[in-house]
C-alpha cells in the first residue's frame, strides 16, 4: 500500500481510540476463572481468548452482530490478531489456488465494561458443490460454467473469495443518518480471492489478500478509503454488471465472479471458465470476469480472472501480513487486567 494510505490509516485508528475514549464506564464484569467466557482461558494474569468459529454469537436488533466479549474492570488496552480466509481453489480441471487471507493486528485502548463484537470468516469454498453456498465473512461467489452448454470443454468453475475476520466495537450510539447502533471497526483481516483457469491447463490464482487478481480478466483490490475493487473484465463485457463481468466489492463484502451457462449465450473457446470471486474486506476486492468468447464479445483464448484480496484495517502501529497456506481463519484477544 501506498503512503497515502498509511497516512490515512493512522489517522483512522486515532479517530477509534478518541471515540472509544469518550465512552461512559460502566460495571465491569472481572476476570475470575468461573466468569470467563467458554472461548477465554487464563494463565497467571493474561487472559486469552480464541474464537475459530461464530460459536455464542448474536444478531442484536440494535445492528451490532458477532460474539460478544465485555472488557472486565481493569483492562484498558487489549491487543488484538485476526486472520481472514484464504480463497478457493478453482474446480473441475487444472487447479488454480485461491489467495492466502491477511493476518491484521494491534493495540487497541478500550473503557473497562464496553463491549466489543467478534467475527471469524471462512476460507473460500473451492468450485465444486458447495461454491454457490454462502461464504462467513463476505467473500464473493465464485463463477460457473453449465455442462448443458460447454460440453467442449467440461466444466470449469471458479473458487470463491476468502471471508473477512474482525472485531467491531459497540459504541451503544446512533445518530440520524445512522439509526441502528453504531459499531466501530478495530481489526478487520481481509479474505483473498478465489482461483480461476481453464480445462486447457490456463491458471489465474486469485490475489492475495490486498492485491488483485491474476488474469487480464482479474479482479481488482480497493486503492484505499471508500474505493471499491472493480469487477473484472467490464472493458469486455460491459459495466452494467452483466453476469460474464466480474462484479465490484463493497464495504464488508467481496464481488461476485463471471459466469457462463444455459441462460447466457454459449461460450466459446480455449479459455471458457469461471472467475473467482473476490475476497471480503474493510473493503471487498472485485470478481474476476469468465473466461472465453461469450456471445460475441472477448477473446475466445482468454482464461478467466482471478478473484481480487480485500483490503484489512488495523489501529495506529498495527502490522497486517499474509497468512500461510495451512491456516485457518480465527480472531485472538489478549489482554492483562491491572
Known amino acids: 500500500m501506498g503512503s497515502g494510505w498509511k497516512m490515512r490509516r493512522v489517522c483512522l485508528a486515532a479517530a477509534v481510540g478518541s471515540t472509544a475514549a469518550g465512552l461512559a464506564v460502566f460495571p465491569g464484569s472481572g476476570v475470575a476463572a ?34 460478544p466479549l465485555t472488557i472486565p474492570d481493569g483492562v484498558w488496552n487489549v491487543h488484538i490478531e485476526a486472520t481472514g480466509g484464504r480463497g478457493g481453489d478453482s474446480c473441475c480441471s487444472t487447479a488454480a489456488p485461491g489467495g492466502p487471507g491477511a493476518v491484521a493486528g494491534g493495540d487497541v485502548w478500550l473503557v473497562p465494561g464496553s463491549t466489543v463484537y467478534i467475527r471469524v470468516g471462512e476460507n473460500g469454498h473451492g468450485g465444486g458443490s458447495d461454491a454457490l453456498t454462502q461464504v462467513e465473512g463476505g467473500g464473493g461467489s465464485g463463477g460457473t460454467t453449465d455442462w448443458r452448454r460447454n460440453t467442449t470443454p467440461p466444466n470449469v468453475n471458479g473458487g470463491d473469495g476468502g471471508g473477512l ?10 445518530s440520524v443518518l445512522v439509526p441502528h447502533r453504531i459499531a466501530l471497526p478495530l481489526v478487520i483481516a481481509a479474505g483473498g480471492g478465489g482461483g480461476a483457469s481453464t480445462s486447457s491447463g490456463l491458471l489465474s490464482p486469485g490475489g492475495d489478500a490486498g ?12 486503492a484505499g478509503y ?4 472493480d469487477g473484472g473484465g467490464q472493458a469486455v463485457f460491459g459495466s452494467d454488471g452483466s453476469s460474464p463481468a466480474g462484479l465490484a466489492g463493497g464495504p464488508g463484502y467481496g464481488g461476485s465472479a463471471g459466469s457462463s451457462g444455459a441462460t447466457f449465450p454459449v461460450a466459446v473457446g480455449d479459455g471458457i471458465g469461471g472467475g473467482g470471486g473476490g475476497g471480503a474486506g474493510w473493503y471487498g476486492g472485485g470478481g474476476g470476469a469468465a473466461g472465453g468468447r461469450i ?25 497486517i501480513g499474509l497468512s500461510s497456506s495451512d491456516s485457518a481463519p480465527s480472531v485472538v484477544v489478549t489482554f492483562t487486567p491491572a
Open 34 to 67: 468461573a466468569q470467563l467466557p467458554s472461548q477465554c482461558a487464563q494463565s497467571g494474569k493474561a487472559v486469552t481468548c480464541t474464537y475459530t468459529d461464530n460459536s455464542g454469537a448474536v444478531s442484536d436488533p440494535g445492528g451490532v452482530q458477532g460474539v
Open 295 to 319: 456471445g460475441g464479445p472477448g477473446e475466445a483464448n482468454e482464461p478467466p480472472g482471478g478473484g481480487g484480496g480485500g483490503l484489512s484495517l488495523v489501529p495506529s502501529g498495527g502490522t
Open 226 to 229: 471508500g474505493a471499491f475493487g
Open 211 to 222: 492485491r488483485p487478481g491474476a488474469g487480464a480478466r482479474g479482479g481488482g483490490t480497493p
Open 165 to 174: 475476520s474482525e472485531v467491531v466495537l459497540d459504541t451503544g450510539r446512533s
